[in-house]
Protein backbone atom coordinates (compact mmCIF):
# COMPACT_ATOMS: atom_id res chain seq x y z
CA UNK A 1 0.00 0.00 0.00
CA UNK A 2 1.54 3.50 -1.29
CA UNK A 3 1.46 6.44 1.24
CA UNK A 4 -0.71 8.32 -0.92
CA UNK A 5 -3.43 5.54 -0.91
CA UNK A 6 -3.03 5.24 2.73
CA UNK A 7 -3.76 9.39 2.88
CA UNK A 8 -6.55 9.22 0.52
CA UNK A 9 -8.59 6.81 2.50
CA UNK A 10 -7.33 8.01 6.12
CA UNK A 11 -8.32 11.67 5.11
CA UNK A 12 -11.53 10.79 3.99
CA UNK A 13 -12.52 9.24 6.50
CA UNK A 14 -11.09 12.05 8.80
CA UNK A 15 -13.09 14.78 7.41
CA UNK A 16 -16.11 14.60 9.19
CA UNK A 17 -14.08 14.42 12.27
CA UNK A 18 -11.32 17.05 11.14
CA UNK A 19 -11.95 19.51 14.22
CA UNK A 20 -12.63 16.73 16.98
CA UNK A 21 -11.42 17.18 20.45
CA UNK A 22 -9.47 14.52 22.00
CA UNK A 23 -10.74 13.03 25.08
CA UNK A 24 -9.73 12.74 28.61
CA UNK A 25 -5.82 10.88 28.71
CA UNK A 26 -5.89 7.15 28.49
CA UNK A 27 -6.06 4.38 26.60
CA UNK A 28 -9.43 2.56 24.56
CA UNK A 29 -8.48 -0.49 26.70
CA UNK A 30 -10.77 -2.77 25.06
CA UNK A 31 -9.10 -1.93 21.33
CA UNK A 32 -5.92 -1.53 22.07
CA UNK A 33 -3.52 -2.40 18.82
CA UNK A 34 -1.83 -5.21 19.01
CA UNK A 35 -2.35 -5.40 23.00
CA UNK A 36 -4.35 -7.46 25.79
CA UNK A 37 -7.55 -6.67 26.99
CA UNK A 38 -8.83 -7.90 30.24
CA UNK A 39 -8.32 -11.11 30.33
CA UNK A 40 -4.57 -11.90 28.97
CA UNK A 41 -4.92 -11.81 25.10
CA UNK A 42 -4.30 -10.09 21.98
CA UNK A 43 -5.71 -7.67 19.62
CA UNK A 44 -9.86 -7.61 19.42
CA UNK A 45 -12.43 -9.90 21.73
CA UNK A 46 -15.18 -10.58 20.84
CA UNK A 47 -17.34 -9.95 17.53
CA UNK A 48 -17.77 -6.24 17.68
CA UNK A 49 -15.02 -3.44 19.00
CA UNK A 50 -13.13 -0.73 18.13
CA UNK A 51 -9.72 -1.26 17.39
CA UNK A 52 -7.47 1.47 18.18
CA UNK A 53 -4.00 2.42 15.30
CA UNK A 54 -1.55 4.65 16.61
CA UNK A 55 0.70 6.86 14.21
CA UNK A 56 2.96 9.42 15.55
CA UNK A 57 2.91 13.00 15.04
CA UNK A 58 4.45 16.22 17.00
CA UNK A 59 1.02 16.62 18.85
CA UNK A 60 1.33 20.27 18.57
CA UNK A 61 -2.17 21.48 17.18
CA UNK A 62 -3.98 24.14 19.36
CA UNK A 63 -6.31 22.35 22.15
CA UNK A 64 -5.22 18.61 20.60
CA UNK A 65 -7.49 19.37 17.47
CA UNK A 66 -7.11 16.54 14.54
CA UNK A 67 -7.02 17.75 11.46
CA UNK A 68 -6.26 15.55 7.74
CA UNK A 69 -3.13 17.25 7.70
CA UNK A 70 -2.04 15.94 10.98
CA UNK A 71 -3.01 12.54 9.50
CA UNK A 72 -0.59 12.90 6.47
CA UNK A 73 2.22 14.30 8.48
CA UNK A 74 1.25 11.22 11.01
CA UNK A 75 1.48 8.25 8.20
CA UNK A 76 4.36 10.59 6.29
CA UNK A 77 6.88 10.29 9.03
CA UNK A 78 5.88 6.57 10.37
CA UNK A 79 6.33 3.46 8.10
CA UNK A 80 4.75 1.66 10.72
CA UNK A 81 1.69 3.07 11.00
CA UNK A 82 1.58 3.41 7.35
CA UNK A 83 2.07 -0.45 6.98
CA UNK A 84 -0.67 -1.26 10.04
CA UNK A 85 -3.24 1.57 8.35
CA UNK A 86 -2.97 0.20 5.20
CA UNK A 87 -4.33 -3.18 6.43
CA UNK A 88 -6.95 -1.77 8.23
CA UNK A 89 -8.23 0.53 5.54
CA UNK A 90 -7.85 -2.14 2.69
CA UNK A 91 -10.63 -4.81 3.54
CA UNK A 92 -13.19 -1.82 2.67
CA UNK A 93 -16.55 -2.94 2.74
CA UNK A 94 -19.51 -1.36 0.32
CA UNK A 95 -19.79 0.88 3.40
CA UNK A 96 -16.88 2.84 2.55
CA UNK A 97 -16.96 1.74 -0.98
CA UNK A 98 -16.38 5.73 -2.29
CA UNK A 99 -12.58 5.50 -1.62
CA UNK A 100 -10.46 4.83 -4.47
CA UNK A 101 -7.20 2.99 -4.34
CA UNK A 102 -4.61 3.19 -6.86
CA UNK A 103 -1.46 1.20 -6.86
CA UNK A 104 1.96 3.01 -6.88
CA UNK A 105 5.57 2.74 -5.95
CA UNK A 106 6.61 1.49 -2.63
CA UNK A 107 7.64 3.81 0.26
CA UNK A 108 11.54 3.24 1.27
CA UNK A 109 10.21 2.85 5.17
CA UNK A 110 7.64 0.24 4.19
CA UNK A 111 10.11 -1.65 2.25
CA UNK A 112 12.20 -2.91 5.58
CA UNK A 113 8.76 -4.31 6.78
CA UNK A 114 7.96 -6.82 3.19
CA UNK A 115 11.44 -8.43 2.14
CA UNK A 116 10.58 -10.99 0.10
CA UNK A 117 7.83 -14.18 0.33
CA UNK A 118 8.24 -15.08 4.32
CA UNK A 119 8.49 -18.66 5.58
CA UNK A 120 5.07 -19.59 6.46
CA UNK A 121 5.87 -23.28 7.55
CA UNK A 122 6.40 -24.36 10.99
CA UNK A 123 8.85 -26.82 10.39
CA UNK A 124 10.93 -24.58 8.14
CA UNK A 125 10.80 -21.81 10.83
CA UNK A 126 11.90 -24.01 13.08
CA UNK A 127 14.84 -25.22 11.39
CA UNK A 128 16.32 -22.21 10.42
CA UNK A 129 15.86 -21.27 14.11
CA UNK A 130 18.88 -23.61 15.10
CA UNK A 131 21.91 -21.78 16.05
CA UNK A 132 23.81 -23.16 13.81
CA UNK A 133 26.35 -22.26 10.80
CA UNK A 134 26.39 -24.84 8.31
CA UNK A 135 26.21 -23.35 5.05
CA UNK A 136 26.06 -26.37 3.01
CA UNK A 137 23.54 -28.40 4.70
CA UNK A 138 21.03 -24.99 4.65
CA UNK A 139 21.71 -24.83 1.10
CA UNK A 140 20.49 -28.48 0.97
CA UNK A 141 17.66 -27.65 2.70
CA UNK A 142 16.93 -24.18 0.81
CA UNK A 143 16.83 -25.79 -2.23
CA UNK A 144 14.47 -28.49 -0.87
CA UNK A 145 12.14 -25.90 0.52
CA UNK A 146 11.98 -24.28 -3.40
CA UNK A 147 9.78 -26.82 -4.40
CA UNK A 148 6.70 -26.10 -2.23
CA UNK A 149 6.40 -22.77 -4.53
CA UNK A 150 7.61 -24.72 -7.61
CA UNK A 151 4.92 -26.73 -7.19
CA UNK A 152 2.23 -23.90 -7.31
CA UNK A 153 2.16 -24.37 -11.32
CA UNK A 154 -0.53 -26.45 -12.87
CA UNK A 155 0.51 -29.60 -14.68
CA UNK A 156 3.59 -31.18 -15.53
CA UNK A 157 4.98 -27.84 -16.21
CA UNK A 158 6.02 -27.83 -12.59
CA UNK A 159 8.22 -30.72 -12.30
CA UNK A 160 10.97 -29.30 -14.58
CA UNK A 161 11.93 -26.81 -11.99
CA UNK A 162 11.49 -29.26 -9.05
CA UNK A 163 13.55 -31.75 -10.60
CA UNK A 164 16.34 -28.32 -11.41
CA UNK A 165 16.21 -27.59 -7.29
CA UNK A 166 16.29 -31.88 -6.30
CA UNK A 167 19.60 -32.21 -8.31
CA UNK A 168 21.03 -28.83 -6.80
CA UNK A 169 20.36 -30.31 -3.91
CA UNK A 170 22.18 -33.58 -4.46
CA UNK A 171 25.08 -32.07 -5.85
CA UNK A 172 25.61 -29.55 -2.63
CA UNK A 173 25.40 -32.39 -0.68
CA UNK A 174 27.81 -34.82 -2.28
CA UNK A 175 30.25 -32.08 -2.69
CA UNK A 176 29.83 -30.99 0.86
CA UNK A 177 29.44 -34.37 2.67
CA UNK A 178 32.93 -34.43 4.43
CA UNK A 179 32.28 -30.88 5.72
CA UNK A 180 28.91 -31.37 6.38
CA UNK A 181 30.10 -34.18 8.84
CA UNK A 182 32.49 -32.07 10.48
CA UNK A 183 29.66 -29.76 11.91
CA UNK A 184 28.32 -32.34 13.71
CA UNK A 185 28.52 -32.96 17.77
CA UNK A 186 30.86 -35.74 18.69
CA UNK A 187 28.50 -37.47 20.71
CA UNK A 188 26.30 -37.61 17.34
CA UNK A 189 28.30 -38.60 14.92
CA UNK A 190 27.25 -42.37 15.01
CA UNK A 191 23.49 -41.28 14.32
CA UNK A 192 24.40 -38.54 11.99
CA UNK A 193 26.34 -40.85 9.62
CA UNK A 194 23.20 -42.82 9.37
CA UNK A 195 21.01 -39.56 8.81
CA UNK A 196 23.77 -38.56 5.83
CA UNK A 197 23.46 -41.96 4.55
CA UNK A 198 19.44 -42.37 4.27
CA UNK A 199 19.68 -38.49 3.10
CA UNK A 200 21.82 -39.52 0.06
CA UNK A 201 19.67 -42.25 -0.67
CA UNK A 202 16.79 -40.42 -0.38
CA UNK A 203 18.10 -37.48 -2.70
CA UNK A 204 19.04 -40.56 -5.64
CA UNK A 205 15.00 -41.59 -5.00
CA UNK A 206 13.89 -38.87 -5.29
CA UNK A 207 15.38 -38.15 -8.68
CA UNK A 208 14.20 -41.63 -9.99
CA UNK A 209 10.53 -40.76 -8.68
CA UNK A 210 10.21 -37.51 -10.78
CA UNK A 211 11.52 -39.23 -13.84
CA UNK A 212 8.05 -40.82 -13.50
CA UNK A 213 6.29 -37.49 -13.83
CA UNK A 214 3.68 -38.20 -10.84
CA UNK A 215 2.86 -35.11 -8.82
CA UNK A 216 1.40 -37.17 -6.09
CA UNK A 217 5.20 -38.36 -4.93
CA UNK A 218 6.56 -34.71 -4.37
CA UNK A 219 5.41 -33.41 -1.50
CA UNK A 220 5.64 -36.77 0.64
CA UNK A 221 8.99 -37.27 -0.55
CA UNK A 222 9.97 -33.35 0.37
CA UNK A 223 8.74 -33.38 3.70
CA UNK A 224 10.61 -37.07 4.64
CA UNK A 225 13.77 -35.35 2.98
CA UNK A 226 13.72 -32.15 5.55
CA UNK A 227 12.83 -34.08 8.10
CA UNK A 228 16.12 -35.69 7.57
CA UNK A 229 17.88 -32.65 6.69
CA UNK A 230 16.46 -31.03 10.04
CA UNK A 231 17.45 -33.81 12.38
CA UNK A 232 20.55 -33.90 11.14
CA UNK A 233 20.93 -29.83 11.81
CA UNK A 234 19.69 -30.63 15.19
CA UNK A 235 22.60 -33.10 15.28
CA UNK A 236 24.94 -30.05 14.73
CA UNK A 237 24.11 -28.86 18.26
CA UNK A 238 26.47 -29.76 20.85
CA UNK A 239 25.81 -27.44 23.77
CA UNK A 240 23.37 -25.25 24.87
CA UNK A 241 24.51 -21.49 22.72
CA UNK A 242 24.48 -19.44 25.65
CA UNK A 243 23.85 -18.81 29.46
CA UNK A 244 21.07 -18.52 31.05
CA UNK A 245 20.49 -14.78 33.11
CA UNK A 246 21.21 -15.43 36.82
CA UNK A 247 17.69 -14.23 37.59
CA UNK A 248 16.26 -17.18 35.77
CA UNK A 249 18.68 -19.65 35.87
CA UNK A 250 16.99 -21.74 38.54
CA UNK A 251 13.40 -21.93 37.00
CA UNK A 252 12.94 -24.96 34.90
CA UNK A 253 14.25 -24.18 31.65
CA UNK A 254 14.02 -25.78 28.50
CA UNK A 255 17.82 -26.17 26.88
CA UNK A 256 16.89 -27.67 23.70
CA UNK A 257 13.95 -29.13 21.91
CA UNK A 258 10.94 -30.72 23.21
CA UNK A 259 8.32 -32.52 20.99
CA UNK A 260 4.74 -33.14 22.40
CA UNK A 261 1.34 -34.14 21.37
CA UNK A 262 -1.84 -32.72 22.28
CA UNK A 263 -5.10 -34.27 22.36
CA UNK A 264 -8.99 -32.03 22.12
CA UNK A 265 -11.97 -33.03 22.77
CA UNK A 266 -13.74 -31.02 20.20
CA UNK A 267 -17.85 -30.76 20.84
CA UNK A 268 -20.02 -30.71 18.52
CA UNK A 269 -18.72 -31.26 15.02
CA UNK A 270 -19.15 -34.33 13.59
CA UNK A 271 -16.34 -33.86 11.24
CA UNK A 272 -13.60 -33.52 14.16
CA UNK A 273 -14.16 -35.66 17.41
CA UNK A 274 -10.55 -36.19 18.81
CA UNK A 275 -7.86 -33.71 17.66
CA UNK A 276 -4.32 -35.09 18.56
CA UNK A 277 -1.68 -32.39 17.68
CA UNK A 278 2.19 -32.19 17.57
CA UNK A 279 3.89 -29.01 18.76
CA UNK A 280 7.57 -28.81 18.97
CA UNK A 281 8.69 -26.29 21.51
CA UNK A 282 12.12 -24.47 21.03
CA UNK A 283 14.18 -24.08 24.32
CA UNK A 284 16.96 -22.83 22.13
CA UNK A 285 15.23 -19.47 21.31
CA UNK A 286 12.91 -19.18 24.59
CA UNK A 287 14.53 -21.38 27.11
CA UNK A 288 12.63 -20.20 30.20
CA UNK A 289 9.38 -19.82 28.34
CA UNK A 290 9.38 -22.90 27.29
CA UNK A 291 10.83 -25.09 30.45
CA UNK A 292 8.00 -23.44 32.13
CA UNK A 293 5.20 -24.64 29.78
CA UNK A 294 7.11 -28.09 29.67
CA UNK A 295 7.24 -28.09 33.39
CA UNK A 296 3.19 -27.08 33.58
CA UNK A 297 2.55 -30.16 31.02
CA UNK A 298 5.20 -32.80 33.20
CA UNK A 299 2.39 -31.43 36.05
CA UNK A 300 -0.74 -32.33 33.97
CA UNK A 301 -1.85 -28.82 34.40
CA UNK A 302 -3.19 -28.37 31.42
CA UNK A 303 -5.21 -32.02 31.43
CA UNK A 304 -8.59 -31.52 31.39
CA UNK A 305 -9.34 -27.79 31.18
CA UNK A 306 -11.53 -26.25 28.23
CA UNK A 307 -10.41 -23.87 25.34
CA UNK A 308 -11.32 -20.85 27.16
CA UNK A 309 -11.53 -18.10 24.83
CA UNK A 310 -11.12 -16.51 21.11
CA UNK A 311 -9.75 -13.67 20.51
CA UNK A 312 -10.42 -11.79 17.02
CA UNK A 313 -9.03 -9.92 14.07
CA UNK A 314 -9.98 -7.73 11.54
CA UNK A 315 -12.72 -8.69 8.91
CA UNK A 316 -13.91 -6.93 5.22
CA UNK A 317 -16.40 -3.77 7.17
CA UNK A 318 -15.32 -0.55 8.60
CA UNK A 319 -18.77 1.36 9.89
CA UNK A 320 -17.14 4.03 11.50
CA UNK A 321 -13.80 6.13 12.15
CA UNK A 322 -13.33 8.34 15.93
CA UNK A 323 -10.63 9.86 17.31
CA UNK A 324 -9.56 9.03 20.83
CA UNK A 325 -6.42 10.13 23.19
CA UNK A 326 -3.67 8.39 24.30
CA UNK A 327 0.13 8.76 24.58
CA UNK A 328 2.15 5.80 23.96
CA UNK A 329 6.08 4.78 22.63
CA UNK A 330 8.76 6.39 21.47
CA UNK A 331 6.85 9.28 19.93
CA UNK A 332 3.97 11.19 20.62
CA UNK A 333 0.78 9.43 19.58
CA UNK A 334 -2.96 9.56 18.58
CA UNK A 335 -5.09 6.88 18.41
CA UNK A 336 -7.77 6.49 15.46
CA UNK A 337 -10.45 4.09 16.70
CA UNK A 338 -12.21 1.80 13.37
CA UNK A 339 -15.42 0.21 14.67
CA UNK A 340 -15.00 -3.20 12.91
CA UNK A 341 -16.49 -6.54 12.34
CA UNK A 342 -13.94 -9.43 13.19
CA UNK A 343 -12.96 -13.06 12.43
CA UNK A 344 -11.10 -15.63 14.27
CA UNK A 345 -7.96 -14.63 15.26
CA UNK A 346 -6.41 -17.40 17.74
CA UNK A 347 -7.59 -19.65 20.66
CA UNK A 348 -6.75 -19.44 24.22
CA UNK A 349 -6.52 -21.26 27.31
CA UNK A 350 -4.26 -21.97 30.68
CA UNK A 351 -6.39 -19.75 33.01
CA UNK A 352 -7.29 -21.92 35.97
CA UNK A 353 -10.29 -22.06 37.76
CA UNK A 354 -10.12 -19.45 41.13
CA UNK A 355 -8.92 -15.93 41.29
CA UNK A 356 -5.37 -16.99 39.94
CA UNK A 357 -4.83 -15.52 36.39
CA UNK A 358 -2.02 -18.39 35.67
CA UNK A 359 -0.05 -21.29 37.81
CA UNK A 360 -0.11 -21.14 41.55
CA UNK A 361 3.23 -22.92 42.53
CA UNK A 362 2.21 -25.10 45.63
CA UNK A 363 5.89 -24.14 46.56
CA UNK A 364 5.36 -20.45 47.24
CA UNK A 365 1.79 -19.95 46.97
CA UNK A 366 2.14 -17.46 44.44
CA UNK A 367 1.35 -16.97 40.69
CA UNK A 368 4.42 -18.17 39.01
CA UNK A 369 5.23 -16.35 36.35
CA UNK A 370 7.92 -15.88 33.38
CA UNK A 371 9.57 -12.71 31.75
CA UNK A 372 8.75 -11.58 28.10
CA UNK A 373 11.78 -13.55 26.24
CA UNK A 374 12.76 -12.38 22.65
CA UNK A 375 15.20 -14.15 20.38
CA UNK A 376 16.40 -11.65 17.46
CA UNK A 377 18.00 -12.75 14.17
CA UNK A 378 21.37 -12.38 14.68
CA UNK A 379 21.91 -12.14 18.28
CA UNK A 380 23.98 -14.71 21.03
CA UNK A 381 21.08 -14.92 23.42
CA UNK A 382 17.24 -13.76 23.94
CA UNK A 383 16.27 -10.33 25.51
CA UNK A 384 14.29 -10.60 28.50
CA UNK A 385 11.97 -7.82 29.90
CA UNK A 386 11.50 -5.32 27.25
CA UNK A 387 9.43 -5.15 23.80
CA UNK A 388 11.44 -4.23 20.63
CA UNK A 389 9.30 -1.49 20.42
CA UNK A 390 10.33 -0.37 23.95
CA UNK A 391 13.76 -0.91 22.98
CA UNK A 392 13.56 0.95 19.82
CA UNK A 393 14.09 -1.78 17.43
CA UNK A 394 11.74 -1.33 14.62
CA UNK A 395 13.60 -3.29 12.06
CA UNK A 396 14.71 -5.97 13.74
CA UNK A 397 13.09 -9.88 12.83
CA UNK A 398 12.58 -12.57 15.14
CA UNK A 399 13.39 -15.80 15.54
CA UNK A 400 10.48 -17.17 15.87
CA UNK A 401 8.18 -15.13 13.87
CA UNK A 402 4.23 -14.92 13.81
CA UNK A 403 4.30 -16.01 10.72
CA UNK A 404 2.95 -20.01 10.83
CA UNK A 405 -0.38 -21.29 11.41
CA UNK A 406 -0.54 -22.72 14.72
CA UNK A 407 2.48 -20.32 15.95
CA UNK A 408 2.73 -20.99 20.15
CA UNK A 409 2.59 -18.05 22.49
CA UNK A 410 2.82 -16.71 25.87
CA UNK A 411 -0.14 -14.42 26.96
CA UNK A 412 0.69 -11.30 29.66
CA UNK A 413 -1.40 -8.57 31.11
CA UNK A 414 -1.67 -5.15 28.91
CA UNK A 415 0.78 -3.77 30.79
CA UNK A 416 3.46 -6.10 32.38
CA UNK A 417 5.67 -7.43 30.03
CA UNK A 418 6.68 -9.93 32.70
CA UNK A 419 3.60 -10.91 32.84
CA UNK A 420 3.24 -14.78 31.63
CA UNK A 421 2.78 -17.96 33.85
CA UNK A 422 0.57 -20.40 32.31
CA UNK A 423 -2.03 -19.08 29.67
CA UNK A 424 -0.94 -19.70 25.67
CA UNK A 425 -2.54 -18.68 22.43
CA UNK A 426 -1.98 -20.64 19.10
CA UNK A 427 -2.48 -18.22 16.35
CA UNK A 428 -5.23 -19.69 13.73
CA UNK A 429 -4.15 -17.56 10.64
CA UNK A 430 -2.54 -14.77 8.96
CA UNK A 431 -4.85 -12.00 9.13
CA UNK A 432 -5.28 -8.39 9.35
CA UNK A 433 -3.17 -8.29 12.20
CA UNK A 434 -0.13 -10.53 10.90
CA UNK A 435 0.63 -9.95 7.56
CA UNK A 436 3.95 -11.84 6.68
CA UNK A 437 7.31 -10.49 6.92
CA UNK A 438 5.51 -7.10 8.66
CA UNK A 439 4.10 -8.90 12.11
CA UNK A 440 3.05 -6.71 14.54
CA UNK A 441 3.19 -9.43 17.12
CA UNK A 442 6.69 -9.78 16.52
CA UNK A 443 8.34 -8.39 19.78
CA UNK A 444 5.28 -8.15 21.61
CA UNK A 445 4.63 -11.73 22.75
CA UNK A 446 6.99 -14.43 23.47
CA UNK A 447 6.72 -17.04 20.55
CA UNK A 448 8.20 -20.08 21.98
CA UNK A 449 6.82 -22.96 19.53
CA UNK A 450 4.79 -24.22 16.77
CA UNK A 451 1.98 -27.05 16.01
CA UNK A 452 3.68 -29.36 13.34
CA UNK A 453 1.31 -31.42 12.76
CA UNK A 454 -2.06 -31.39 12.33
CA UNK A 455 -2.37 -27.48 12.56
CA UNK A 456 -5.48 -27.02 10.35
CA UNK A 457 -7.44 -28.70 12.91
CA UNK A 458 -7.18 -25.44 15.55
CA UNK A 459 -9.58 -24.12 13.10
CA UNK A 460 -11.92 -26.21 14.74
CA UNK A 461 -11.28 -25.60 18.17
CA UNK A 462 -13.89 -23.41 20.15
CA UNK A 463 -14.96 -22.23 23.37
CA UNK A 464 -15.61 -25.33 25.92
CA UNK A 465 -13.57 -27.92 23.84
CA UNK A 466 -11.63 -29.87 25.99
CA UNK A 467 -7.63 -30.58 26.32
CA UNK A 468 -7.84 -34.01 27.40
CA UNK A 469 -3.78 -34.12 27.75
CA UNK A 470 -0.73 -32.69 26.51
CA UNK A 471 2.69 -35.14 26.74
CA UNK A 472 5.91 -34.90 25.90
CA UNK A 473 7.01 -37.82 23.59
CA UNK A 474 10.38 -36.36 22.80
CA UNK A 475 13.13 -34.22 24.80
CA UNK A 476 12.13 -34.37 28.24
CA UNK A 477 15.69 -34.52 28.89
CA UNK A 478 16.16 -31.07 28.06
CA UNK A 479 14.12 -30.08 30.76
CA UNK A 480 16.22 -29.19 33.97
CA UNK A 481 15.33 -27.66 37.56
CA UNK A 482 11.75 -29.09 36.67
CA UNK A 483 9.48 -28.16 39.91
CA UNK A 484 6.98 -30.93 39.61
Known amino acids: ?28 KEGLFGAQCRHRSIGVVGTRRSLSIRASSDMNSKDHEVSPNVLT ?38 SVLISGPPIKDANALLRYALPIQNKPIKEVQKSLEEITEEMKVPG ?31 AKKQEAEQLLSSLEDGLQ ?31 MVSKFPFEIPEEFANRPLLKGRATLEMKVNVKDNPNVKDAVLQIVVDGYNAPVTAGNFVDLVQRKFYDGMEIQRGVWSLYRSMSSLTVISGLCGPCNIYQLSWSVSADGFVVQTGDPEGPADGFVDPATGKVRTVPLEIMVDGEKEPIYGATLEELGKYKATTTLPFNAFGTMAMAREEFDNDSGS ?33 EELLADFKVGDVIESIRVVNGLENLVNPSY
Not at 229 to 234: D, T
Open 1 to 28: MVVSTVLQAAQGSLATASTSRLGSAGFH
Open 73 to 110: KILQTCATCVAVTAALLTPLSATASDVAFQRGPAISEL
Open 156 to 186: EKALGPVERSVRQAARVFNQNKAQILADIAP
Open 205 to 235: DYQKQLETKDRSTVFPKQKELLRLVGNIEEA
Open 422 to 454: SQVFWLLKESELTPSSANILDGRYTVFGYVTEN
